[in-house]
């Protein structure tokens, strides 16, 4: 089988793979229906991260089941599945507290910008829909797998409420599931942050109210001047970098709280401004597997639509340009199609 490598920053390769096998007796193989690009994926690319030996890439996949282990009787071959970013066993203290995402048995996703992919935690991680979904919903369920299940952790650990202000940093893919989150938990006014125009529309189609298209100090003061002069009960950083988590600190009002989901780069919290500030803070890995079975629901019902976020779609043996076309801000998101 074939899939994506990266050797080196900027180098992506398509190349033949050994064809994944059952590892343990809770592993399943899938066949990948799509997936994606992610823009933590980026971060490699970029050479922000180390990359060492050459090494498979991506965690975003919806497929077809192919094989299960042993242990595995919650899904079976042929059934159309969405997974999680982190798998987990679902059965452990984290899981059962909602939190998957810090399983006792957690494996990250590694491998699936491929043509078949090994699922580690099967049982727990894998939610089958209902008979085989239409072609047209795949990039909403694939959507559902990352980016959109980590837009809603924004707005879930961020606590947006009905009627509530909510602020979101960042206008990448998850920025833009995030609105899609507040939307549906209710915020009254969502104030998006962007300068880029493509991606200012589809905030709006998604619900956003306001746009704010300054940054730094000059983006705080037209916050304060949206909400005012305090700041948003909800903020939604939706980035990792300082800038990003400053422009956070800053947006919330006292007793606001906020939604860290940018997986954070050199990114430092000042103790005593956190402590004056009265902020709430929480953020992670998203726990995706908690909120799929509602995400995918709302995706095959029609009530949310986060397959717009991709807007380049690409065979994936063109996952080099994909790449490319993500570090070169010319698409937001890369659908791969094996
Ligand atoms: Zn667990």
């Known amino acids: 089988m074939r899939g994506a490598v990266i050797h080196a920053p900027g180098d992506i390769r398509f190349e033949t793979l050994d064809a994944p096998e059952l590892l343990h007796p809770t592993d399943a193989i899938i066949r990948t229906a799509v997936t994606c690009v992610c823009g933590s994926d980026l971060w490699p690319y970029r050479g922000a991260e180390p990359i060492g030996d050459p090494h498979p890439m991506g965690h975003e996949y919806v497929g077809f089941v192919e094989e299960v282990g042993s242990e595995v009787t919650s899904v079976r071959p042929g059934q159309f599945v969405v997974g999680s970013f982190a798998t987990s066993d679902n059965t452990c203290p984290n899981c059962r507290n909602g939190f998957q995402s810090n399983c006792l048995n957690r494996e990250f996703m590694s491998t699936c910008q491929a043509e078949y992919v090994r699922i580690p935690n099967a049982q727990g991680t894998l939610v089958a829909t209902d008979g085989v979904p239409g072609e047209e919903s795949w990039p909403g369920l694939l959507a559902v797998s990352d980016v959109m299940g980590t837009g809603w952790w924004a707005a879930d650990a961020a606590e947006v409420k009905p009627g509530s202000t909510a602020v979101v940093v960042g206008d990448g893919a ?16 969502i104030i998006a942050m962007s300068r880029h125009e493509p991606r200012q529309k589809l905030a709006v189609e998604f619900g956003a109210t306001d746009i704010v298209t300054t940054r730094g100090e000059e983006g705080v003061a037209q916050i304060k001047e949206l909400t005012g002069g305090i700041g948003a009960d909800s903020v939604l950083e939706c980035v990792g970098t300082p800038e990003a988590m400053r422009q956070a600190l800053h947006s919330a009002r006292p007793g606001g709280t906020i939604g860290f989901v940018g997986v954070p780069h050199e990114v430092a919290i000042d103790g005593q401004e956190l402590f004056f500030s009265h902020v709430g803070l929480r953020g992670g890995p ?14 095959l019902t029609g009530a949310i639509n986060p397959g717009k976020v991709f807007d ?13 076309a993500m570090d070169e801000r010319r698409a937001i998101k890369t659908l791969l199609k094996p």
Not at 312 to 324: F, K, N
Request: proline fraction near 7%.
């Open 286 to 299: 998203a726990p995706v597997r908690r909120y799929l079975p509602d995400l995918i629901n709302r995706v």
């Open 312 to 324: 380049l779609t690409l065979p994936l043996e063109q996952v080099a340009e994909g790449y490319q």
């Open 174 to 189: 998850v920025g833009l599931c995030a609105v899609i989150a507040a939307k549906e938990m209710g915020a009254e006014r």
